[in-house]
């Protein structure tokens, strides 16, 4: 699926049938942590992406019982039957202050990059967050990582920052940009009770 932009935000231009987007499931798990373990070791991935420490299916299993008890969306792309990509999002800060705000991450399949996953389940991801109240959503992307910063903004994030040499992996320092969007009517309005 394309996205083009309307308004601020992101609208489908033309529709993938091979790609389904649902909800993450147990049986996924095992895909997903082979996904995110491509990304930590070999890609250009987001700040979360830093971790030193091997992601275990059980350490996924207890994050997502987790956000579905926080009533928090984690997403799978389904390409052919296959689970090529993920999404969820996450509190941004602890404090009650934020608990409008969410902060994202979107992990692609090597075997699946450039195929409209991320341009499937970034908007599916948007969409839930909106829809359960949220009205901020953040993001740290590599600042190498131009396919996900082009994503991201084609979905309606603007740069509100740049953070220089936060991140060391691979014998370099990184930096990230931050990427922020608002979410239903932002910040024009007071959120319910």
């Known amino acids: 699926m ?5 308004e601020g ?5 033309r529709p993938c049938p091979d790609i389904v987007i649902r909800p993450s499931s147990d049986a996924d798990v095992e895909v997903m942590v082979a996904i995110y373990q491509h990304h930590i070791s070999k890609g250009v991935g987001d700040v979360g992406a830093f971790e030193e420490e091997r992601l275990l299916p059980d350490d996924l299993r207890r994050r997502r019982k987790t956000m579905r008890k926080k009533r928090l969306p984690h ?3 389904e390409r ?8 969820y999002a996450v509190p941004f800060r602890k404090r009650p202050a934020y608990r409008y705000t969410l902060k994202h991450s979107i992990y692609v399949h090597p ?8 341009r499937r389940l970034l908007p599916a991801l948007i969409e839930a967050c909106a829809a359960g109240g949220y009205r901020q959503m953040i993001g740290y992307i590599d600042a190498q990582n131009a396919a996900s910063l082009r994503l991201h903004e084609t979905c309606g994030f603007t740069r509100v920052g740049y953070l ?6 691979y014998g370099q320092w990184s930096d990230s940009v931050m990427v922020q969007r608002a979410l239903g009517t932002g910040s024009d309005d007071q959120p319910g009770a």
């Open 75 to 77: 997403l799978v792309a």
């Open 2 to 6: 394309e996205i083009a932009l309307e």
């Open 164 to 169: 220089k040499a936060v991140g060391f992996k």
């Open 80 to 87: 052919g039957g296959q689970v090529a990509g993920y999404a």
């Open 9 to 13: 935000g992101p609208v489908p231009a």
């Open 111 to 118: 075997d699946h990059l450039h195929a409209g996953i991320g």
